[in-house]
Each structure stands twice: as structure tokens, then as C-alpha cells.
């Protein structure tokens, strides 16, 4: 695997939250049981284990 500096990882956090908290807004729009629906529910849940997988790198580096 890829090793990232904790400077790169903790950029990738970044990103991750504001896309998270992007998406959660945005699904508040969307209809429930529509395919626009279930994809966003699908990437907010890529976007969570992303982020503890990130998270859990920041915590082996430390």
C-alpha cells in the first residue's frame, strides 16, 4: 500500500468531511426509494469508512 505523509491524510480528512456533510445536506432533497436516493445513501456510507479508514492510518502514524 501506498504510504501518505500525515499532512496528506489529514488534507484527505478534510475533503472527506465537507463532501460527508455536502451529501447529507443533499439527500435531505432527494426522494426516498429513488435511484438518486439510494446512490447518495450508498456514497455517504463509502464516505464513512473512508474516513475511519484514514482515521485508523493517522492513528498507526502517530
Do not use: P, W
Amino acid at each position: 500500500m501506498t504510504k501518505y505523509s500525515k499532512g496528506e491524510l489529514e488534507e484527505a480528512l478534510e475533503a472527506l468531511n465537507s463532501t460527508l456533510g455536502k451529501c447529507e445536506k443533499a439527500i435531505l432533497k432527494l426522494r426516498e426509494n429513488s435511484a438518486q436516493h439510494t446512490l447518495m445513501t450508498r456514497r455517504i456510507n463509502a464516505f464513512r469508512i473512508a474516513l475511519a479508514l484514514v482515521g485508523n492510518e493517522l492513528q498507526v502514524n502517530d
